[in-house]
């Protein structure tokens, strides 16, 4: 992990992301500690935890640490928890105690005490250790992730940025800056950040071929596992999404209601996807949920996303990351 952070940094890129999702992927402080000592300058997210994989303290002291070692540039990305909860068959946590656990989060870093609860017991804490191994003077960034208006409301009225996975419509981010705007107590801050996949084409290349499929194909495959799992959200999809959720369904032998689908389901989530999937990666899913085009193309593509309010675009590699670092860094440069 830490040689792609190098790379990235060395690429000129300004952020390098790990995801928290506890039963798919490696602990995130671990890789973000190794990143923190072997770069200088690039800033270091983690895009997302939730206040249902960690508590308050835990996280506060895990954040802590990392802006101990990499001042002024950790992340700290906070969310419902949608996948990483799904993945071990719970539902996400409820907006009202994203905010609390935002803002809670926020005065900690800042030094600040808190009003914690566990059950009927409350106490207020801070860290007792205010030197800079635990309290760096150079803030950590936060953004709350934003998959609809609520979630970018509560960034709008704790005044951080927003991170949202694969949604590429221009207007859709017109309506989570608004939102934001309209929740904030004053000006908004923070920046707001696009995940996504990236498959940069060459002229009369097939924008719908394997090479494509393998390269963007986990966001696509992503967006069929929550509708799989989420029977009301397939119900609402057109006739060759729903077809597609249900071959999936077939294909990983399980069904929409079954207690313990999220195991099948969730398998290899995120990961580059196997051959035999291929054929569940719509062209219409391609097109609605990843950047593939030539150069020209992306560069209008990402120019409306950033008129948009898009402040910075973060892609997964899977297939070759060295290489498609390189070409995250060409195409922006």
Not at 11 to 26: N, R
Request: aromatic letters at 6%; a negative charge.
């Amino acid at each position: 992990m830490e040689d792609l952070a190098v790379q990235a940094e060395e690429l000129g890129l300004s952020s390098f992301w790990v995801y928290d999702t506890p039963m798919v992927h490696g602990d995130p402080f671990a890789a973000l500690a190794l990143c923190a000592k072997a770069t200088s300058r690039i800033k270091l997210g983690v895009g997302v935890t939730s206040p249902t994989l960690r508590s308050i303290p835990a996280a506060a002291s895990g954040f802590a640490s990392l802006n101990a070692l990499a001042p002024g540039r950790i992340i700290c990305g906070v969310g419902t928890g949608n996948s990483a909860r799904r993945t071990l068959g719970m539902p996400p946590t409820k907006s009202a105690e994203l905010e609390t656990f935002t803002a809670s989060l926020q005065d900690l870093s800042a030094g600040r005490p808190i009003s914690y609860r566990e059950g009927v017991r409350v106490s207020d804490i801070q860290f007792l250790h205010a030197g800079p191994q635990q309290l760096p003077t150079d803030p950590i960034e936060f953004v709350v992730a934003a998959q609809g208006l609520k979630s970018a409301a509560i960034a709008g009225r704790r005044r951080t940025g927003l991170l949202s996975f694969a949604i590429l419509d221009p207007d859709a981010w017109r309506a989570f800056q608004r939102a934001r705007l309209e929740a904030a107590d004053g000006p908004v801050v923070g920046d707001s950040y696009l995940t996504t996949s990236l498959c940069v084409l060459g002229e009369g290349e097939d924008p719908h071929g394997d090479a494509v499929r393998d390269a963007i194909g986990h966001t696509v495959l992503s967006f069929l596992v929550f509708a799989a799992d989420k029977p009301s959200f397939a119900e609402v999809l057109g006739p060759e999404e729903r077809e597609a959720v249900q071959r999936f369904l077939t294909q990983r032998g399980t069904t929409g209601t079954a207690p313990d689908r999220f195991r099948r389901l969730y398998t290899n989530y995120l990961g580059r996807i196997d051959p035999t999937e291929r054929d569940l990666i719509l062209p219409s899913l391609i097109d609605k949920l990843a950047l593939v085009g030539t150069r020209d193309n992306l560069l209008r593509r990402i120019a409306a996303l950033e008129a948009a309010g898009v402040d910075e675009l973060v892609i997964q590699p899977v297939v070759d990351p060295p290489t498609e670092l390189a070409e995250l860094a060409k195409l922006t440069a």
